[in-house]
Structure formats: structure tokens, C-alpha cells
């Protein structure tokens, strides 16, 4: 999945979708010239699936449209988001009907992925000072039944619309200090176990409907103390799929971040896949060549990777024919 952003030409991604084969692209942030517009370069996109670029199947266009200021989506056909925090102080019935309206115009504008609900459990003694998560209020609450009632609602208001959802950030960003994005310092989570409570509002969203789970960029000291959770078996493979019997797609973070850095471009894709995950997210797009030449070398020189890989693709393939993308 690689990035767009709005002040990219709706043509930036074409030839990495005709060459390169990507079947999934993210709206990054600067869209703020409303559903119309933003129609305008889905519709294009999706018109770059030939049967020659992809097979014939449908991009997956997804967005990070959660709330206060995690709405990259703006303008003329879109409402102006309150936080995850606010949301989880409504009814159910209101939530569902506000994730319902989220879904619907998300859908308008092309977009059949949202990348929320975030699933992550902030303890309100600390969440000040949980830069990723807390500090923004992308938390539905503070005790992890609430935010299992509330991912539950939005996963239901988003898949009635007729669009995915995704529950992030597995196995949860609420009890580190730094945000992965930027930075490699306080993202060691040391308190999450394989039977942590703060994990059931991830169970909750897969129940529910969910197209996808993303998996964050952190490390897991109790869970695999040697590997960032994207590349990391035990937790993708062991806990995830195994443990939570989750079969659908797993998705990564953002395969730019600070946190990953440290980690050779193309190995990021292969321990990703190796691991157990699906897809790869790149905002930048530039990357993606290198990632797929070193996903194809490496099933080249490896059958058993190579059977990951093609059990990955079915994934993909399984939730694109669940949101119409494949013709058949």
C-alpha cells in the first residue's frame, strides 16, 4: 500500500500500479478539497486496474479517518470529525449511527478502507504522556470493556456502509511514551501479555466485522523482546492469528517510520511477510519498487516463504472480494 498525498498529482502512483504491480494505495494527508474532488482520483485510480497491472482487481483506497486531528479527509461532503475520546462517550446506538455517517462519506469519495478504529487502551493516569495515542485523544476510553464497546460500534457503523474497517494499533499503543512515527526512545511496551485484558478490544473489532488489523511498530518485551511487533512471529503469527484466530489481512504501520528505520527497505516487506502479515504500508511510494523485488527474490530462493507469500495474497484477495473489488 503506498501513499498519495494531496498535493501529489492524481497520476503519481500510476506507474508504480502498471510496472510494480501495487494494488493499494493510502490518501495521506492535504485533502482538504471535499468528497467530489477526492472522487475524481479514486475513480482514476481505480482505473489504473487493468487486467495487466493487477488482474483485473480493484485497488484498496484507504484513508486515517478517526476523529479530531487524525481526519485526512476534508472539506465539502465530509463532517468535521470530534476525537475517538468524544465518540466513546456517546450511546452505542449514537456511535454506530456517527461511524455509519464516517463509512458513507468515506464511500462517496471513493474510499473503501478506513484505517480505524484504534483499538488502543490508554490508562488515563498516563494518557498525557502517550505521545502516539493519548496526547490526541484517539482513544475511545480508559479502561479497555469500554473501548471494546466503542471499536465494536465503529467497526459496525463503518461495515454497514458498506466500507472495511481496521482495528489498530495490535497489540496495543497505550502503555508506551513514544510515538513510532518519529522516534525509537519509549516505544518498548513492558506490561502487554499474551492474556492482557487491553487486548480485547482488538478481539472485539475482529467479532465485530473488521477487514483488517494493523499491527503497530513497537516492541512487546513480555510477547518477543527481539523483534518490533511487525516483524515478529510470536505476535502476528502466535498471538494474532493463532491465540485470537484472526484469518484475515494483517497490515503494517507506516514502513517509513523512525521506528523501522534501522531495517534494510526490502527486508522490512520480507520480515513482515515471513512473519505472517499481508500488507505493507509505505507512504513513500518511492519505496515500494525495493520492497517487491526483495519479496520476489526471496520467493524465489525460499518455497516455504514463497507459500506465505501466496497465503497472503488470498487475504488480500478474500477481503478486496468482500468490498466488490474483484470482477469476476
Given amino acids: 500500500m503506498i501513499g498519495l498525498d494531496g498535493a501529489s498529482s492524481m497520476n503519481a502512483d500510476d506507474t508504480l500500479i502498471a510496472t510494480q504491480h ?30 495487466t497491472a493487477t488482474g483485473g482487481v480493484g485497488l484498496l483506497l484507504a484513508a486515517d479517518q478517526e476523529g479530531g486531528a487524525v481526519q485526512q479527509l ?14 466513546g462517550s456517546m450511546s452505542a446506538a449514537a456511535r454506530t449511527a456517527y461511524a455509519k455517517t464516517i463509512g458513507t462519506q468515506l464511500k462517496s469519495a471513493g474510499v473503501n478502507l478506513d484505517l480505524a478504529p484504534v483499538a488502543d487502551t490508554v490508562p488515563a493516569a498516563t494518557a498525557a504522556s502517550n505521545a502516539p495515542i493519548g496526547s ?17 460500534d465503529v467497526v459496525q457503523g463503518l461495515v454497514s456502509a458498506g466500507v472495511g ?6 497489540p496495543g ?24 485484558p487491553y487486548l480485547t478490544p482488538f478481539a472485539a473489532g475482529m467479532k465485530a466485522g473488521a477487514g483488517a488489523v494493523m499491527v503497530s511498530s513497537a516492541i512487546y518485551a513480555k510477547l518477543d523482546p527481539a523483534n518490533r511487533a511487525p516483524f515478529s512471529a510470536k505476535i502476528v503469527t502466535g498471538l494474532l492469528r493463532g491465540k485470537l484466530g484472526w484469518h484475515g489481512v494483517v497490515i503494517t504501520d507506516d514502513m517509513n517510520a523512525v521506528a523501522v528505520a534501522a531495517v534494510p527497505v526490502g527486508q522490512r516487506a520480507v520480515r513482515f511477510i515471513d512473519a505472517g502479515g ?50 469476476c
Fill in 22 to 51: 501495487v494494488g493499494n494505495v493510502i490518501y495521506l494527508g492535504g485533502w482538504a478539497e471535499g468528497a467530489a474532488s477526492i472522487r475524481t482520483t479514486s475513480d482514476h485510480l481505480q482505473s489504473q486496474a487493468s487486467s
Fill in 74 to 87: 476534508r472539506g465539502p461532503g465530509f463532517s468535521t470529525l470530534v476525537t475517538a475520546l468524544q465518540q
Fill in 136 to 152: 490526541f485523544d484517539r482513544e475511545y476510553g480508559h479502561d479497555p470493556a469500554t473501548v471494546a464497546q466503542s471499536v465494536r
Fill in 165 to 170: 474497517a481496521t482495528v489498530k494499533h495490535f
Fill in 173 to 196: 499503543l497505550g502503555r508506551v511514551t513514544g510515538n513510532t512515527d518519529v522516534t525509537t526512545i519509549g516505544t518498548t511496551d513492558t506490561d502487554t501479555t499474551e492474556n492482557d
Fill in 278 to 327: 499481508d500488507i505493507v504500508l509505505t507512504a513513500r511510494a518511492s519505496d515500494a519498487g525495493t520492497m517487491i523485488g526483495a519479496l520476489l527474490a526471496h520467493a524465489a530462493s525460499d518455497p516455504a516463504f514463497a507459500a506465505k507469500l501466496s497465503a497472503s495474497t488470498h487475504r488480500v484477495l478474500a477481503l478486496k472480494q468482500r468490498l466488490g473489488l474483484v470482477r
